[in-house]
């Protein structure tokens, strides 16, 4: 549940930012009913030997048959220095196969105020309580776009479909100084908790803070610079859902996985020819732990990328750069970052191909797996209509990694996934979905091993009801 003090800071800022004005005011309510049909069946592949309890993350299969009633409803109110958003939408889940009966709830609250021209407030809250995952979370390619320093980071998929709730708070002021020149003081604070986890792996509740401050600076027409700092900390409370059979067998296991980070990406754009943007970005991540016996690390690497547009409906962007890796304790990592993109328009669809290679931290995961990723990402995406009012969309992305463990643990792991989807717009206010996506996880963990597939249907009216 959201916190009472929350609440009420929430309710403040919202006061602030959203107070009654002379200005012209448009509000409007809009609601909606849909209903779905959420399929999913995960196999794990058989354990073998005689694994040590805390190497096994999952040895039984996972299936998911649910139908999902979900009402929503939705306020928004404009005026020429000020816009809010009320948006509700909680669910009704009923299990097929376990004839039980769950309840979700998804709130988005936000307001924005710009009491100058020059200065503008923000805030928001989301709060979702659900056993939704999305089937593609960590596989999007970072392309080096604002906010890649400090995105809302996605739970892990590993362990199946259990319940949690979160709760993400963030609020910021943004000061514009010039054409494409402006500071950004931002911050949030995330909470999840986990309601089960029927895993010998359990699942990790946290508490996560960010600071953030952005700088854009546009010098004239050919030089731009940006600038990113974060910190984040993370307060960790290991899940009561243990398998109280299995004890601990290392004098690690009850350690505080608490720690900090640190962000910086400094980027420095040129567009001295036209249709060609060139930028060279520097990006540093550091990871401090509390506990002693945990190794810190840090993370440097440098990029210079180049983009082409070659008309409306082709763009190219090509990068590369060295990157060093240092753990405590451990050899130093020398090696490279890259990126290279496809964007291609067609009369009725689109097209996108993309290859990254990078560093990266993964602590916010949900899970007890942190620290430092090596990974390529690889995606191809299309989105076709097929007539006026239907449209086909697929994916197929491929993700390899080798993972360093702050507890000297190294492993590796490729995660496949494919998925094809179909939407139907029909009478004005009526949508109809279908989407299939497979998974299949090959990793150097026991029990880690699965093949997943899942199946969403939904069938949806939405209609706005009043405007004033």
């Known amino acids: 549940m959201i916190s009472r003090q929350t609440a009420c800071s929430l309710g403040a800022l919202v006061l602030i930012l959203y107070p009654a004005t002379p200005f012209a005011r448009t509000n409007k309510v809009t609601t909606g009913l849909s209903t779905s049909y959420d399929y999913s069946d995960r196999q794990y592949d058989p354990v073998t030997g005689d694994p040590t309890p805390e190497s096994i993350t999952n040895t039984s299969d996972d ?10 409803f939705s306020f928004v109110s404009d005026s020429q220095v000020d816009h809010f958003k009320l948006r509700a939408a909680p669910s009704i889940k009923y299990d097929l196969s376990g004839d039980q009966t769950d309840w979700d709830n998804d709130l988005f609250l936000s307001a924005e105020r710009s009491l100058s021209k020059a200065w503008q407030l923000n805030v928001s809250n989301a709060f979702l309580r659900s056993d939704y995952h999305d089937p593609q979370s960590g596989i999007a390619v970072d392309t080096g776009t604002q906010d890649s320093q400090n995105p809302t980071p996605e739970l892990s998929t590993d362990l199946g479909r259990t319940r949690y709730w979160r709760n993400t708070l963030k609020g910021g002021a943004k000061y514009i100084y010039g054409q494409e020149s402006l500071v950004n003081l931002g911050g949030d604070f995330i909470v999840l908790r986990n309601d089960d986890a029927e895993t010998l792996t ?17 010098f004239n027409n050919i030089w731009k610079t940006i600038a990113e700092l974060s910190f984040v ?36 754009e040129n567009n001295y020819f036209q249709q060609n943007k060139v930028s060279l970005n520097y990006n540093y991540i550091g990871t401090r732990y509390d506990e002693d016996l945990k190794d810190n690390g840090d993370i440097h690497q440098s990029r210079l ?10 763009n190219t962007t090509l990068g590369a750069g060295p990157s060093y890796e240092k753990t405590e304790g451990r050899d130093a990592n020398w090696g490279g970052n890259g990126l290279a993109e496809i964007n291609y328009l067609i009369q009725h669809g689109s097209f996108t191909f993309a290859v990254e290679k990078r560093y ?11 620290g430092f990723i090596d990974y390529w990402d690889t995606r191809f995406l299309f989105n076709y209509q097929l007539v006026e009012s239907v449209t086909l969309n697929g994916r197929i992305a491929y993700r390899y990694e080798d993972r360093e ?8 792991k490729d995660l496949i996934t494919t998925g094809l989807g179909l939407h139907y717009s ?6 109809a979905g279908l989407n299939y996506t ?9 029990g880690d091993d699965y093949d997943d597939h899942r199946l969403l249907f939904a069938l949806s009216w939405e209609q706005e009801w009043l405007r004033w």
Do not use: C, M
Request: aromatic share 14%; proline share 4%.
């Open 360 to 370: 990266d931290v993964d602590n916010f995961s949900g899970t007890d797996e942190r």
């Open 405 to 412: 463990d702050p507890d000297l643990l190294t492993y590796h």
């Open 438 to 446: 497979f998974t299949k996880q090959i990793s150097d963990r026991i």
């Open 305 to 314: 990328t180049w983009r082409r547009d070659f008309s409306q409906k082709l």
């Open 233 to 268: 900390r993370g307060d960790y409370a290991a899940s009561d859902t243990t398998t109280p059979d299995v004890a601990p067998t290392s004098t690690t296991d009850n350690l505080s996985g608490d720690l900090k980070e640190y962000h910086l990406l400094a980027t420095v």
């Open 202 to 218: 359990s699942y990790e509740d946290y508490d996560r803070y960010a600071v953030n401050l952005n700088n854009e600076h546009r």
């Open 426 to 431: 029909f009478l004005q206010y009526y949508s």
């Open 63 to 72: 299936d998911y048959n649910r139908l999902v009633l979900q009402p929503l």
